[in-house]
T-cell receptor
Framework: DGGITQSPKYLFRKEGQNVTLSCEQN?????MYWYRQDPGQGLRLIYY???????QKGDIAEGYSVSREKKESFPLTVTSAQKNPTAFYLC??????????FGQGTRLTVV | QKEVEQNSGPLSVPEGAIASLNCTYS??????FFWYRQYSGKSPELIMF????GDKEDGRFTAQLNKASQYVSLLIRDSQPSDSATYLC????????????FGRGTSLIVHP
């Protein structure tokens, strides 16, 4: 079955540590997105990519980095520059101007 | 002004009633509109999409779009306790990128 797989489901980060969240899709979608969700909040766009080897900053890109070396993969790195990284992270993909398909999310906690 | 605005609620309705959820958006060029349901701790799932002015019905759900007023709504008929969730309104930004942009969501509670 086609879909989006995020891993891990839960992730713990120590102060000053970089961590990478994985996102893989087999839907053959060109566009992929990373969103952050805080309690009681909507989804805020971190980065997006509409084609391999190209990506753009979203509304809250500071402290995050991404790569898009393959169509299927769009990993997100939360760097030590992100001072408040505890949140629920969602990866999504779309065909052009259609609905977003989501992975199951990664819950990141700073310990 | 936020691009997509929703009342955060909670909206509380009795079982069997109609729940009405509302959303406004700021980009007049937006073309695609979506409603997602999100249960606590889970990822959003698509409920309805609408592209044209008017109503679109699917089972107990009706989406309504008024582009002149920049207004989208979702009606849930015969509400069930299992409908209790957060409902996210999303708009694909115009300008060729079609980036899904979300409101903060409305929490719906259906009580028996």
């Amino acid at each position: 079955d086609g879909g989006i797989t995020q891993s891990p489901k839960y992730l713990f980060r120590k102060e000053g540590q970089n961590v990478t969240l994985s996102c893989e899709q087999n839907l053959n979608h060109d566009a992929m997105y990373w969103y952050r969700q805080d309690p009681g909040q909507g989804l805020r766009l971190i980065y997006y990519s509409q084609i391999v080897n190209d990506f753009q900053k979203g509304d809250i890109a500071e402290g995050y980095s991404v790569s898009r070396e393959k169509k299927e993969s769009f990993p997100l790195t939360v760097t030590s520059a992100q001072k408040n990284p505890t949140a629920f992270y969602l990866c999504a993909s779309t065909r052009k101007n259609t609905e977003a398909f989501f992975g199951q999310g990664t819950r990141l906690t700073v310990v | 002004q936020k691009e997509v605005e929703q009342n955060s609620g909670p909206l509380s309705v009795p079982e069997g009633a109609i729940a009405s959820l509302n959303c406004t958006y700021s980009d007049r060029g937006s073309q695609s509109f979506f409603w997602y349901r999100q249960y606590s701790g889970k990822s959003p799932e698509l409920i309805m999409f609408i592209y044209s002015n008017g109503d679109k019905e699917d089972g107990r759900f009706t989406a309504q779009l008024n582009k002149a007023s920049q207004y989208v709504s979702l009606l849930i008929r015969d509400s069930q306790p299992s409908d209790s969730a957060t409902y996210l309104c999303a708009v694909n930004r115009a300008g060729g990128s079609y980036i899904p942009t979300f409101g903060r969501g409305t929490s719906l509670i259906v009580h028996p």
